[in-house]
């Protein structure tokens, strides 16, 4: 089998039916070549005719290469050129007209390699189109007339050139990189080859309906472009197969040391023969060229204790905390453990790719959360600053259908320790204040004058301020102004002159700070993050019968127990804001400013959307998004999520429902948008695979996974409290504790979930209780009255943070970086062990 070291990967589309090649023929005398003669696949068919108008377009799109032109690109084929060898054949770098590297592999012209192995190879790159497979770019398949010499008249032989010409990958083979634990590529790059060399063989095992097993695979066939980014490559050997099941084959010429003893001993074949070699891959990208040889001469346990202890040393100078290191050695035992379990003896024990894949996820999520604790001014992943993740069961019975198939799509953006020193967008806050002097005291206004000076000095320059406030029905506003140094003094001067009056001015008030915002340039509106901070104790009650502008967000703070719940939460709803109330403890009215602030000086991503596109045989039904704007599209083919932005840290799950056929395992791909503070940015893709066994198999696999079943309690609990408040029912004292234990039943989802949701819910429903009680004792009768309730549900809706009276941090979805600063010290010191 050729090596072909340095090559490049794709993307799937389908199987042809019958593939022909564009050949030539030519005399070595005169050079001259014509376009004749034309080959079959021998291979069976894989996919549906719409697949094979896919890759009938993709053979059109590979360009087709003379011999001629292949030797002006290789000069000759000359040694100089030559960048790998096996088996079959060379392969040769060259460059074509416009400068693009290629890697071209010339088969050997020997009576052992006939058209079939080229043809194989062939066939399988057409069908194959993933960013984790090789790509075939060109391909020549010449016959040339050589005369004979010796011979009485002269005879002229066919010789056929055979080559297929790749996208050059830079780096390389993985073989060329194998390092123990001590020494060469860092975790980081070996986890990104471990996790897209699996991806890319769940491609092929999962991608179609008739799997292909590539049965070579190995680290001189995972190949690396120049960001280390790797690629499957060599399928000369692969096999397209009917289905899942084990097969007896005369021959396979795989590599000794990656064929799985059933092979070995039975020429069985099965999908387990591809996760045997995967494991062999695995230890050596974690423990070096001779990290199968250990694993093999170990118990698994003495394996895996002196992997971790290798890989904690290195990694102790790269992780800033403890809990970073926990995770990330964590993640290391994981892939070991993968790595161990594909190796085994039995092959019904291995693992199947999809398994694999959800435990790589798993491992990602725990390095995620460690990293809202601790993290560098630079993102993770490269620079992404937003990250996708999905969650869903592993398996549907192959026969069985599926009408709502949830799919948890989770969206989290990159946590920062010190935001006012990362580069971010810049801020337009319009602080309206609305306070009502016969309802507060004197003492409580100086609190709030103290606390939105705080606002002022976390502001940087690129931030403007503004304020409104209502003497009798005379506004008193300062236009925006930038805070530098002088801007705070002017803004400082400004909000010591703030008094509360007497009249009832909400809209007005509001309408004030709306226009200011609107007052804005184009650009510098695009370029700045514009909202309203509402600071009121008044009722309003006129606001529930005026039509709010929803142009910008207004994040409502009720003072004390006189403002109403029901017109700042209303407020909030119709602008896409959040509602916060603040009960007579004055330490809670900093807390609150701070938590506002902390969030909207660190808006880590805006304009963001998800694109949602349903495979063949999937439809989406819909898709739960609490305040978020969603869309299916007309065909239930397409959806799409909109979010205005999240704050650095802050992470927002959606529920997509699905339609599932029988049979169907490539449910979705997700992927999308969004604007960081300088650029726009694509979100990389995620395709959605789910197992389907022809038979019943374990529970954990057909379960919902505990993520889903999470989001779905969370879901349905705030649901369940918006239709309390909706319907207007007199309070009843049961009614929380009733919804709650309807949800959290046995026969529910709530038995999946993590215990640690249900405690924080649970501890929810008993502080709403506590709540309405006190409610009740002063005589109030409706839901939409009691403000602990209102700010819980406009959490949820928004799956963001607000001041809940004296609770100001909400367990959900508590701000990373409001907490990390005040817990990184003495967390730091937790790590004791070598």
Request: glycine share 8%; proline share 3%.
């Amino acid at each position: 089998m050729a090596s072909p070291a340095d090559l490049h990967g794709v993307t799937a589309a389908g199987s042809p039916n019958k593939q022909t090649l564009k050949t030539s023929t030519s005399s070595s005398s005169s050079g001259s070549s014509s376009s004749s003669g034309s080959g079959s696949n021998s291979s069976s068919s894989s996919g549906s005719g719409s697949k094979d108008i896919t890759t009938s377009c993709k053979i059109q799109k590979t360009r087709s290469l003379s011999m001629r032109e292949l030797q002006e690109i290789t000069d000759n084929f000359c040694k100089e050129r030559a960048i790998g060898e096996g088996a079959y054949g060379k392969v040769y770098k060259g460059a074509l007209g416009n400068g693009k590297e290629i890697a071209v592999k010339l088969l050997h012209n020997r009576p052992d390699i006939d058209d079939g192995q080229f043809r194989r190879e062939f066939d399988n790159l057409m069908r194959l189109e993933h960013q984790n497979i090789v790509q075939l770019v060109g391909y020549c398949y010449e016959t040339q007339h050589k005369p004979i010499i010796g011979t009485e008249e002269t005879i002229f032989a066919e010789e056929i050139t055979k080559a297929l010409c790749f996208e050059y990958m830079q780096k390389g083979s993985l073989q060329k990189h194998l390092y123990e634990e001590s020494d060469g590529l860092d975790w980081e790059t070996r986890y990104k080859i471990i996790k897209g060399t699996c991806e890319g063989l769940q491609y092929l095992h999962e991608g179609f309906k008739k799997p292909i097993y590539h049965l070579d695979l190995k680290p001189d066939n995972i190949l690396l472009d120049e960001n280390m980014f790797p690629k499957l490559a060599d399928f000369g050997l692969s096999r397209l197969f009917r289905e899942h099941k084990t097969m007896v084959i005369e021959s396979v010429s795989g590599t000794i040391g990656y064929m799985p003893p059933e092979y070995i001993h039975e020429n069985a074949i099965s999908n387990k023969f591809d996760i045997f070699s995967l494991g062999v891959a695995i230890t050596k990208v974690i423990a070096g060229p001779s990290g199968h040889t250990r694993s093999a001469e170990m118990s698994h346990q003495e394996f895996l204790d002196q992997v971790q202890t290798n890989w904690r040393r290195r990694l102790r100078s790269t992780c800033s905390s403890h809990k970073q290191l926990k995770a990330h050695c964590h993640q290391v035992n994981i892939c070991t453990e993968i790595a161990l379990s594909c190796m085994e003896y039995d092959r019904h024990k291995r693992p199947d790719i999809i398994d694999i894949i959800h435990r790589l996820n798993d491992t990602e999520a725990t390095i995620d959360r460690a990293l809202s604790w601790s993290v560098s001014s630079q993102s993770w992943m490269q620079g992404d600053m937003v990250k996708l993740h999905t969650f869903t069961s592993k398996a549907i019975l192959c026969g069985k259908t599926c009408n709502k198939f949830p799919v948890l799509v989770r969206i989290t953006a990159a946590p920062w320790r010190h935001t006012e020193e990362m580069p971010r967008a810049g801020v337009d806050i319009v602080v309206v204040v609305d306070i009502n002097m016969g309802r507060v005291s004197h003492w409580k206004l100086k609190t709030i004058k103290q606390a939105l000076m705080t606002v002022i000095d976390k502001f940087g320059p690129n931030d403007r301020f503004s304020i409104v406030w209502f003497k009798g029905s005379v506004p008193h506003t300062m236009k925006l102004t930038f805070t530098s140094n002088k801007g705070k003094e002017i803004a400082k001067v400004m909000i010591n002159e703030l008094d509360g009056t007497h009249d009832n001015n909400t809209i007005a008030a509001l309408r004030e700070g709306f226009e200011i915002l609107r007052g804005r340039g184009a650009e510098e509106a695009y370029n700045h993050v514009g909202c309203i901070l509402f600071v009121s104790n008044g009722d309003g009650m006129a606001a529930l019968k005026t039509e709010i502008s929803s142009e910008f967000p207004v994040h409502a703070i009720g003072v004390q127990k006189h403002h109403d719940p029901e017109v700042m939460k209303y407020i909030a709803d119709k602008t896409c804001g959040t509602y916060s109330f603040l009960d007579e403890d004055d330490s809670c009215i900093h807390e609150a400013f701070k938590l506002f602030t902390t969030g909207i000086t660190s808006v880590a991503a805006r304009f963001i959307q998800i694109t949602l596109a349903a495979h063949e045989g999937i439809t989406i039904s819909s898709i739960e998004s609490g305040g978020y704007k969603n869309l299916v599209g007309s065909d239930k083919q397409t959806g799409v999520i909109d979010i205005d932005n999240m704050y650095a840290g802050e992470q927002k799950n959606f529920i997509v429902y699905l339609s599932v056929g029988e049979g169907n395992k490539k449910l979705l791909t997700i992927g999308g948008q969004y604007r960081s503070f300088d650029a726009s940015k694509r979100l990389a893709d995620k395709d959605v695979f789910i197992l389907r066994p022809l038979s019943e198999c374990s529970p954990d696999k057909l379960g919902i996974h505990h993520e889903v079943a999470a989001e779905r309690m969370r879901i349905w609990l705030m649901k369940g409290f918006s239709v309390m408040v909706e319907m207007q029912h007199p309070m009843c004292g049961e009614g929380p504790r009733e919804l709650w234990n309807s949800i959290r039943h046995p026969s529910s989802e709530g038995h999946c979930a993590t215990k640690e949701t249900m405690v924080n819910l649970s501890n929810d429903v008993t502080e709403i209780e506590r709540n309405i009680r006190d409610y009740l004792n002063n005589h109030e009768r409706w839901y939409t009255k009691v403000p602990y309730l209102m700010s819980w549900l406009s959490c949820h809706k928004w799956q963001r943070a607000t001041t809940k009276g004296s609770c100001y941090d909400s367990g959900a979805f508590t701000l990373s970086q409001l907490s990390a600063s005040e817990q990184h010290v003495g967390e730091d010191g937790e790590d004791n062990d070598d």
